[in-house]
């Protein structure tokens, strides 16, 4: 009981919350209140989508990035970058994180519900907000719930190019507005926006086209961050000739 008075007590708003774009509002809990927060919502497994389809295409997608983002040399090379520039604790890199990230949704792909784009995105960001670690779970959350409600707004299920440009433009700017990173931060922002306008721009051009564009557009960016000084994060701290070596992960 003492624990939990504790942990519940105000304290000062903007504490330990740098770059933070608007104050907080407190929502006091009470010790009596803690024990009545409704448990997270349980999802029932979703069947297998029909080979061919929009939701099995998706739910492909989702797969293969998180094979990739769990192999054993995108873990290594996402390490070696944060350990030169970034965190560098050995149980905290961005490689172990995006790994243990992937292996949870991997864990639970049949219980995502791949037949409504924006409740796969939102069951994304409450995976994020539950069990993801690191600072990194945090940015996740905000993007896949921004981009989820972008396209419950648009009442897409299924978004063309169009509705997905929309969904990561809606994702980049929450990241931002919270997080407070612009372009030539040495951030992920400095991938992520340009990819955004390739898709904006090649929107009309085809699925395929529009995301071959949108990849280059982001390699691009995240090349060119190994020329920057960092603004934001960790890497603000490491010596110049320390973060020229590497991109930012």
């Known amino acids: 009981r003492q624990i939990l008075d504790m942990l519940t007590a105000p304290v000062a708003s903007m504490t330990a919350w740098p770059g933070l774009v608007q104050e907080p509002r407190p929502l006091w809990l009470s010790t009596e209140s803690l024990f009545k927060l409704k448990p997270q919502k349980v999802r029932s497994a979703h069947s297998v989508p029909e080979a061919g389809s929009y939701a099995w295409l998706f ?3 989702v797969v293969a990035a998180c094979r990739t983002l769990s192999s054993g040399v995108t873990v290594n090379a996402l390490n070696q970058m944060d350990g030169g520039c970034g965190d ?5 890199g961005t490689g172990n994180t995006h790994r ?4 949870a949704i991997l864990s639970r792909i049949d219980d995502v519900p791949f037949d409504d784009a924006s409740e796969t995105l939102i069951f994304l960001a409450e995976e994020a907000e539950a069990s993801w670690r690191g600072i990194v779970s945090g940015i996740y959350m905000l993007a896949f719930t921004a981009a989820g409600q972008r396209l419950r707004e648009l009442g897409q ?3 063309a190019v169009d509705g997905w440009a929309q969904a990561g433009r809606a994702a980049l ?3 931002q507005r919270y997080g407070g990173a612009q372009e030539g931060d040495r951030t992920l922002v400095d991938a992520w926006l340009p990819a955004v306008i390739a898709l ?3 929107s009309s051009s085809g699925c395929e086209t529009a995301l071959e564009k949108a ?4 390699r691009k960016g995240a090349r060119a961050t190994q020329q920057m000084l960092a603004k934001k994060g960790r890497a603000q701290y ?3 000739n320390e973060q020229a070596r590497w991109q930012d992960p």
Not at 88 to 92: F, I, K, N, R
Not at 215 to 218: E, F, Q, R
């Open 215 to 218: 990849v280059k557009a982001a």
């Open 88 to 92: 560098g604790a050995p149980d905290m």
């Open 59 to 61: 739910r492909e997608a």
């Open 157 to 159: 299920k299924e978004p």
């Open 238 to 240: 490491a010596p110049a």
């Open 200 to 202: 904006e721009k090649h």
């Open 100 to 103: 243990d990230m992937a292996l």
């Open 173 to 175: 700017s929450s990241v």
